[in-house]
């Protein structure tokens, strides 16, 4: 029955992977109209559990109730049926279809669409009224903002007649300020009686707007509080098992001579659309510069254009001696001859091949060098040398060369990668989202070794969207949005509500100026 | 034995003995649906193939067409592609190593004609590669279409080019002239006589050294250059090769190249070491044994001479029971490679799940 | 009635008869890529049915039974490429070539077995194959100048298979557009993890429509066989699954402009079929080759991308794993 108190009940749900213990007899009690959190890091179990409840996967074992009804559920028809609705981190969108188009799939509501598409039209007009969701039903999907997108995921779930509505990290696309107007969303759906599942590891998000909290730590439901009665401390330790060092402590940097100058720079992206225009900022050795932004606002562009991936439309990079213009280009390979190390965003699908050794992956990008080639022989056995030496350097685990890369955890492929490039000892060094996905000991491990490189002397740009690494190590930072930056600011004189500002480029002029000049 | 051990062992040999093992049980549906008896059809096979020396002659013959074109194929797959066109670069090739045997010098030394013959094989080879290959790189042309279509192309450019041109005056048959001797290849029949060994004659010659040649040549260049590493990244992964300073449209020509030249060289066996002639359809069916053969060899060159001696043996065992039973002819043989190429490369992994739950479980 | 003229009317009747095993495997592609499984398959799928189409229609005496049983043949094959590429998640490509070199074994050994001739059926007489058929009314029209020579040569006297495949276009056009299945067809091609978590089954519409191509390759190899000639011969299908593999992407997978491309291709080889023998002024006679060529390059030319960049449903060729 909907007038239930309980929207949903967990009961010892339980979950194997192969070897990985996903859901260890996970209980849980979600009350009717209320928000609910699930915080945990990455890899706790949080997104498994709710994809079970959304008939993605199947539990090995355990009980589950949807307002007090036994529930099974073998596919996500069952779930949408009983008034289960997810909206998921990557969404679920067919980019070329229209809003409506998207919104009635699976419930056509009959074999001819053209008569559901004008019945649907009518329901989703006032349901967006209602719940404050305006979004225009005729266009297509792919040209919507991200946050756009995201409305239409829950107008999804809404048109479908969902009670209770998941959400997996929905701010992870968004600036602080969507996040709180989608917070006041959540507070308009509450009042309505429907009930939210918010699933994130972000606890001031937990602290402003849940009622209770459940922590997940390695697959097992360790705490559950009400919101009211805890505090972050109380709950990063639930989510690590230890206290945790929610700042690294470091020196003051010593920053000397730019060693990468970025002039005016505009930038193309693989399907040619500009993506970063006037962008202009120096990496100096001995200092780690920070980009900050919500992703998707040209960060990444400029990353793979300093890398040498992509070439620049307009503007110049001198970066140790040589000059990168729109007529001159600098491929990886020279990059990487000059002193350059590229650290990219996305370690399967570029900074590893998942089906090659360690050792195999350990030489991406420097499999011309001469210290392992003998005229046309590569010779493997130093292959495998170099391999072993750096991952003794950067204790990566298990320390076996032969071992295929994707047998090793996240936190280790990056260590390998990390490894692979600082070891060259660069000069000037292009890191992208290091920490992403990554059990804490790695990030810690990691960010160290990123400040030892500093000291060191060489110049950092570490390109992050997470807000709080970036204000954790960075001395400098500078904020893009929509392919500009919007601001610049020392590290200690940041805060996040500015910043927030800047990467939403909701600042007034005025006060963009007296933050450059800092 | 570890379970990644395990994993491995079942991966590399127990999966593709599982797959062909299956595609010749199909086979022996195949045959039962005619009515002939599967297990008197397999020793007539084994006989024809094994059984005696001229037939063992005739088995390595075969084979060493199909090393040929595995390796062809095998290089190409390492690379992320689908090479269909081996029937139309053997065939091509086959013209490269004709106009060297008919038009070059023949005064000069067979040290000097015949690997430049071999070299005419491989530049046709992979000339007839090269415009599919760019096709692809540069303009996203899908290669498996544009192959096929080559293979057909070459098909009306060699019946041209032997109507028309090759032609002796007054020849019925569309066929050259005869190689001059002196760029033969000797028969390996030959070859023994002049130790004082007597064995029976048959087709095979020296060619089948170029093919082992060649094996291990590939081998090296894959694994242990770094060519090879490039062309593996980029089969793997084409971010992971832009980001290693390969740069992936290249490889892909290369590769392509690499690859039609490899094909090129069934000539080698079939004109200067067979036929002495150049004539229709000397490449018949080679082109996609060589995809079949890639598949079970797992794209690795001891695999690939293991699935071409296997190969060669359905051929002449193939050609035997086409002489010993009314109602079978050599098409069987095609049959066989449809279902190799189906049980071996589409349902790949039909056995996987059940070999890791029996023999490598996770424990827990 | 100037010579030209009717030279081109007799041209284009030719190529209508010619294109429609392309329209038929085309239309089968286009379920098949929008699903996201990619057939290379059609041309095995062409010659099998060809093949069982003759075969059944000789046994049985009837053209009727030979379409369904091509049909059926087609659709085994369909299922095969379908169980391997969907359920068992494997390369869609080499499963496709594994049928196309199946078929073309399979064919040559069973004509032997059955029928004790390597490679061809018996010869089919005039009631067990499909004829032309005449229109009403092609007499009353006959002595109206131009448009009585063109209902009667182009519009009237094909058979009915080449009259249903005009009628299954627009049909397939409305089934894409216009029904639910459609929708959820485009949208399992283009993203299949929004159909899955909108509760749908992702392999049952891949399933759905490599069936449907497989009833429509059965159709257009039956037609080869049993409509446009009287019997099955060795590889009578010649490419044209490929070249309607050609078409779809020329047509970019839009049902209306692929039907156009087919008729493009069949107008070329009926164009060059004329050409042959006859001389041209400067050229001289074209050789043979080059003739039986023209499709080929035609196809490779077109893929070149000269006329404009096609691109795919975006999941084409990907094998669905559930996973986040």
Known sequence: MKNSHIAIELIDVDKHFGAVHANDKVNLS????TIHGIVGENGAGKSTLMSILYGFYQADSGQIKVFDQDFISTNSRQSIEAGIGMVHQHFMLVENFTVLENVILGSEGGALITESLEKARIELTRLAKEYGLEVELDVAVEELSVGMQQRVEILKGLYKGAKVLILDEPTGVLTPQESDELFRIFEALKKQG???????HKLREIMSITDYVSVMRAGKMVAHRQTSETNPEELAELMIGRKVLLNIVRTEAKSGDPLLIASNLEIHNEQG?????EVSFEARSGEILGIAGVTGNGQGTLLKALAGILPLSKGSIEILGETISPKKSLNPQELRNLGVAHVPEDRQRMGLISDFSASESALLGYQNDKEINQGVWLKRSLVKANCESIMEAFDVRPTNPDLKSSNFSGGNQQKLILAREFERNPQVLIIGQPTRGIDIGAIEFIRKRIIEMRDAGKAIILISVELEEIMSISDRIIVMCDGEITGTVDAANADEATLGMMMANALPSDKQITEAQL | MTRDRRLAWINGLLLPLFNVLTAFLATAVVFLFIGVDPIKATKILIYGALGYDEGLGYT???????????????????????????EGQAYVGGLGIALVALYINPALSAWILIPLAISGGLLFGALWAIIPAYLQAYRGSHIVITTIMFNFLASALM????????REVGQMSPESRNFPEVVWLPFVHDVFAGFGYNIAKS????????????SLLVWFFLWHTRWGFAIRATGKSNDAAIYSGINPKKIIVVTMCISGALAGLVGVNELIGVQHRLFLNFNYGYGFGGIAVALMGRNHPVGILIAALLFGILYQGGAELDFELQNVSRDIVVVMQGLVILFCGGLEYLYRPLLIRFLAPIET | MNDLLLNLILTLDASFRVCIPLIFASMAGLFAERSGVVDIGLEGKLLMSAFIAASAASVFGSPWIGLIAGMFASCVFAMIHGF??????GNQIVSGVAINILASGLTMILTLAWFKKGGITPTLQSDERFLSITLPGVDIIDHIPLIGVIYRELISGHNILVYL??????????????TRFGLRLRAVGENPKAVDTAGLSVEGLRYKALLIGGILCGIGGAYIAIAHNAQFTKEMTAGQGFIALAALIFGKWHPYKVLAACFLFGFLDALALRLQGVVLPVIGEVPVQLIEAIPYLLTVILLAGFIGKAIPPKASAQPYIKEL
């Open chain 2, 159 to 166: 019946v041209y080019m032997l109507v028309h041109v090759l």
């Open chain 2, 203 to 214: 087709p095979l010659n020296l060619s089948i050294l170029v093919a082992l040649f060649f």
């Open chain 1, 273 to 277: 659309i500009k993506r970063v225009s």
């Open chain 1, 194 to 200: 429907v009930t939210i599942i918010l699933i994130t």
């Open chain 1, 30 to 33: 979600v009350k009717t109209g």
């Open chain 2, 60 to 86: 390595l013959y075969y084979a060493t067409n199909f090393v040929f074109t595995g390796l062809a194929v095998a290089v190409a797959f390492h690379a992320g592609l689908f090479n269909i066109g081996g």
């Open chain 3, 165 to 178: 495949a005009f009628a299954i276009v627009p049909l397939v056009w409305w089934v894409v557009y216009r």
């Open chain 3, 84 to 89: 391997a590429s969907i359920t068992y998640k």
